[in-house]
């Protein structure tokens, strides 16, 4: 089975600091996706990469960016952090149909 | 899926029943339907698909109703049980190569004993 691993299952970061949230898969996949998930609100995409130095903006890339410098691993950064990105957040990966979602990492920040 | 706020919505079903969820999709060009499970806690979890020239596929325990007229999708999970409590969502999906999913916010089932 392909695994998605997020690096932290907690985080609790400071307003103003930059946070790096990792992102690791081990299947090979082309396709790794960043989301954010909020209650009654579902899940918005942040940003998304369909190949290694690729990446597109999803529907709120606001405040984020991400890097992707090797196809297993996708990371999210919060440039400088906010309230109001105070969140759960889900890395996904695909080759083909459907997603494979990494266990989360709720962020706090205070 | 069409946003219903900042409260989840939620069913209580008793152990052993039936349960039905429901989910409203937004894109009539839709083609392909996920149902994904999330325990607290966990990410999300692959229950069951449905491909749009399809009106229903069944899984162990678990059937998927899609009715393209009125875009509405439902899950259906036989004699519930307390492990099947959880946050379901809906996904849809018009790519021709199965990923740009829009996600639904989600239901929340909770099983009573």
């Known amino acids: 089975d392909v695994k998605v691993t997020q690096s932290s299952r907690y985080l609790v970061k400071r307003t103003g600091e930059k946070v790096f949230l990792e992102c690791v898969q081990d299947m090979d996949h082309e396709n790794m996706f960043w989301y954010r998930q909020d209650p009654g609100l579902g899940l918005r995409l942040i940003y998304f990469s369909y190949d290694v130095k690729m990446k597109e903006k999803g529907d709120i890339p606001e405040g984020y960016s991400v890097s992707r410098e090797k196809k297993e691993r996708f990371s999210l950064i919060l440039e400088s952090a906010s309230t109001n990105q105070t969140s759960m957040y889900l890395c996904?990966?695909?080759?083909?149909?459907?997603?494979?979602f990494g266990s989360g990492t709720r962020l706090t920040v205070v | 899926g069409e946003s219903v706020g900042l409260h989840l919505p939620t069913l209580s079903v008793q152990e052993g029943d039936n349960s039905i969820i429901n989910c409203a999709y937004s894109n009539s060009a839709s083609d392909y339907f996920i149902w994904y499970k999330q325990e607290s806690g966990k990410g999300p979890q692959f229950i069951i698909d449905i491909r749009s020239n399809m009106d229903k596929r069944q899984g162990q325990r678990v059937t998927v109703l899609l009715n393209k007229t009125v875009k509405h999708l439902s899950l259906q999970i036989a004699a519930t049980q307390p492990g099947d409590s959880a946050v379901y969502f809906c996904?849809?999906?018009?790519?021709?190569?199965?990923?740009?999913?829009?996600f639904g916010p989600g239901t929340r089932l909770s099983v009573l004993p």
């Open positions: 996904a849809e999906t018009a790519d021709n190569y199965g990923q740009n999913f829009v």
């Open positions: 996904a990966s695909s080759q083909t149909y459907g997603y494979t």
